[in-house]
């Protein structure tokens, strides 16, 4: 199968012209048009970069482990690349939702760090993630694609697990010390308020769609050039040979 | 099943009673740890006390790590892996052999570390069943997700460096449960601990259940 020589495509630009206008109109709606929160005034306006980012990064964990399922089901490169790529792209979006949280809790807690619940599993999930590709680039470093990552699918397979597992128990682990942060952000919000937070859900899953084809596509023509790079090498040895040959 | 796992097991232990690594030298890390944390945490503030829970059983992951690479280490020499692979007993078996192994290796570090918190840090035992039963669940629990880990990571060049990032986030759930339960069990009241041992009996239970599933393929790949 042939790869294209980019990861461009009519599809992706459309998306990334998408994401890019979305943002645009998310920066006016989440600084401008929404009115500042009653108890948090302007810092709540973080919020609507910090809650899409969670959502996305756990859905990309939940991507992985699916991608990572179907690889051991039917060894097809492609879900193997989907799993990298995904998990790549989820450590992007858990690093910016720990940043923009860590950023929000300074006026709000008055402290960047704090033993929140959803702080300490989504910094685990960081590691987790990490972690995963980590074994990954070592996996990746030897053998064919057929055997080639038997143990990071297996770690990719239990990452979603994992990743419930820990932010139930670090849940309840927090929850008997301050059972009020699970009530300190507003459930009922509507209006524009709630616009913004279901606009800027839209416009960063347009961005992770975006990314995520781009590094899939980027994952695939690597593979490519594993699979193409030692017959390649042989054959420009022999050229050489060749000209060497002729010379004499 | 069980017969595979009891010869892998018996293997095992004797191979620790004939070579003392776990009892000459994961044993004494886990009591110079123990002294780390006293001359850390200055011995006067009564912080140790305190903290006996949360410090036992990071210094028992500590030593779950140890252990685990060490389960493994034995089977690189002399093509041991190969052996195993070779050897017809059921993979499933293979797995409950090696975490049985290194769970009764951690239960006596545990001993000796209860005995050590207990003596050192002053601590007061309230609770003797939950005690006992947070460690038979926690340390199931470890020896499970760490077998199933330590297989993955077992053939690989950076296994050492790699093990912990991968295994410790994964058992943040089994210090949390653990260190409650023992918190409850250590002068707390025992009946705040029990339902932090329904989650270290389910940690255990899905680990066991996994690792006894994909045990197979992992040896194959390692």
């Known amino acids: ?248 | 099943m069980f017969r595979d796992a009891g010869l892998v097991a018996g293997k095992d232990l004797r191979i620790e009673l004939r070579s003392q690594v776990t009892m000459q030298q994961v044993l004494p890390f886990a009591v110079l740890v123990l002294i780390l944390f006293g001359i850390a945490l200055d011995p006067d503030r009564g912080f140790l006390g305190r903290a006996s829970a949360g410090l036992f059983w990071v210094t028992v992951l500590f030593c779950a790590l140890l252990a685990i690479q060490r389960a493994f280490t034995i089977e690189a020499a002399d093509g041991g892996r190969d052996a195993l692979r070779l050897s017809g007993l059921d993979p499933a078996g293979i797995f409950l052999g090696k975490a049985a192994a290194i769970a009764v290796q951690l239960l006596a570090v545990e001993a000796v570390l209860a005995a050590g918190v207990v003596l050192m840090y002053g601590t007061e035992v309230t609770g003797v069943p939950l005690l006992v039963a947070t460690i038979a669940a926690a340390t199931t629990g470890l020896a499970a997700a760490g077998t199933l880990y330590g297989v993955l990571a077992a053939g690989l060049r950076v296994r050492e460096t790699l093990l912990p990032i991968l295994l410790l986030p994964v058992l943040s759930p089994v210090l949390i449960g653990a260190t409650k339960a023992f918190e409850a069990a250590l002068g707390g009241v025992a009946a705040d601990g029990w339902p932090w041992l329904g989650l270290l009996v389910t940690f255990a239970l899905l680990y066991l259940t996994f690792g006894t599933l994909a045990f197979g393929t992992l040896l194959e790949e390692s």
Request: aromatic share 10%.
């Open chain 1, 1 to 248: 199968m042939s790869a294209p020589p980019t990861t461009a495509s009519r599809a992706t630009r459309a998306i990334g012209g998408l994401s890019l206008a979305g943002l645009a109109l998310l920066l006016g709606y989440a600084l401008w048009w929404s009115p500042p929160d009653v108890v948090q005034k302007d810092s709540v306006r973080i919020m609507y970069v910090h809650v899409p980012t969670a959502i996305v990064a756990f859905s990309a964990c939940a991507i992985t482990t699916l991608a990572s399922g179907m690889w051991l089901r039917r060894r097809s490169e492609g879900w193997w690349v989907l799993g990298g790529a995904s998990a790549e792209v989820g450590l992007l979006f858990t690093g910016a939702c720990l940043v923009t949280g860590s950023i929000w809790g300074r006026p709000t807690w008055g402290t960047y760090w704090d033993w929140d619940p959803r702080i300490t599993s989504t910094t685990l999930l960081f590691i987790l993630l990490v972690g995963f590709l980590a074994l990954r680039r070592v996996d990746n470093e030897s053998g064919i694609a057929a055997q080639r990552g038997m143990r990071a699918a297996i770690v990719g397979l239990l990452l979603f697990p994992n990743v419930v597992i820990v932010h139930y128990s670090v849940d309840w682990w927090r929850s008997l010390h301050q059972p009020a942060t699970i009530t300190r952000l507003d459930p009922t919000i509507e209006g524009e308020m709630l616009f913004t937070l279901m606009l800027g859900i839209v416009v960063f899953a347009l961005v992770f769609a975006w990314l995520l084809v781009h590094r899939f596509r980027l994952g695939w023509l690597e593979e490519r050039v594993r699979a193409t790079g030692l017959d390649a090498a042989i054959v420009e040895r022999r050229a050489e040979a060749d000209l060497a040959g002729r010379a004499r």
